[in-house]
T-cell receptor, first 114, second 114 residues
Framework: EAGVVQSPRYKIIEKKQPVAFWCNPISGHNTLYWYRQNLGQGPELLIRYENEEAVDDSQLPKDRFSAERLKGVDSTLKIQPAELGDSAVYLC????????????FGSGTRLTVV | KQEVTQIPAALSVPEGENLVLNCSFTDSAIYNLQWFRQDPGKGLTSLLLIQSSQREQTSGRLNASLDKSSGRSTLYIAASQPGDSATYLCAVRRNSGGYQKVTFGTGTKLQVIP
């Protein structure tokens, strides 16, 4: 079974440029999460989807971040424009459903804004 | 607000030793707790998931315990190996204002010396 697939693995961009990350969750996993992890810290939730609905985006900086999960499968996370402080690892995870089941994480996208 | 603390932040042990990693949380009304390992530059790999009704889970050389009343979980690693070197994170899931929130600790960086 393929795990959670993320791309790209690395991205270096200049500040004020846009950037997008892509995630393909495990087949059949209804719940999809985007997390941001700063160096030496634990991951922090940006947004959670139940199928195609964003049910928790309270931590998403909506002025510059956006996300979508069309057809309840793949998801993209976009930053526009990027700032220096956005440099971090962006992790996607999925689970069968919210609550009882644990997460499976992708390998993440390491973003460097210069 | 749930706070999750992992002590120590870093640990170095000789190969073959048994060791214990600690995870403390302030709000004991949790649904479950999950232990992950993270290798440098990689995503998180799930190790063990303990539901709130359970006291412990075992997988191979790993044993995780949960004591909700005291707000603690421990991850026991038996006969440590150099391949166990990684950062270990715990994640606590609880109900918060109608949402279920997951809070990660900042991790314990483990080095097993051959």
């Amino acid at each position: 079974e393929a795990g959670v697939v993320q791309s790209p693995r690395y991205k270096i961009i200049e500040k004020k440029q846009p950037v997008a990350f892509w995630c393909n969750p495990i087949s059949g996993h209804n719940t999809l999460y985007w997390y941001r992890q700063n160096l030496g810290q634990g991951p922090e939730l940006l947004i959670r989807y139940e199928n195609e609905e964003a049910v928790d985006d309270s931590q998403l900086p909506k002025d510059r971040f956006s996300a979508e999960r069309l057809k309840g499968v793949d998801s993209t996370l976009k930053i526009q424009p990027a700032e220096l402080g956005d440099s971090a690892v962006y992790l996607c995870a999925s689970s069968l459903s919210w609550g009882v089941y644990g997460y499976t994480f992708g390998s993440g996208t390491r973003l460097t804004v210069v | 607000k749930q706070e999750v603390t992992q002590i120590p932040a870093a640990l170095s042990v000789p190969e073959g030793e048994n060791l214990v990693l600690n995870c403390s949380f302030t709000d004991s009304a949790i649904y479950n707790l999950q232990w992950f390992r993270q290798d440098p530059g990689k995503g998180l790999t799930s190790l063990l998931l303990i539901q709130s009704s359970q006291r412990e889970q075992t997988s191979g050389r790993l044993n995780a315990s949960l004591d909700k009343s005291s707000g603690r979980s421990t991850l026991y690693i038996a006969a440590s190996q150099p391949g166990d070197s990684a950062t270990y994170l715990c994640a606590v899931r609880r109900n918060s204002g109608g949402y279920q929130k997951v809070t990660f600790g900042t991790g314990t960086k483990l080095q097993v010396i051959p």
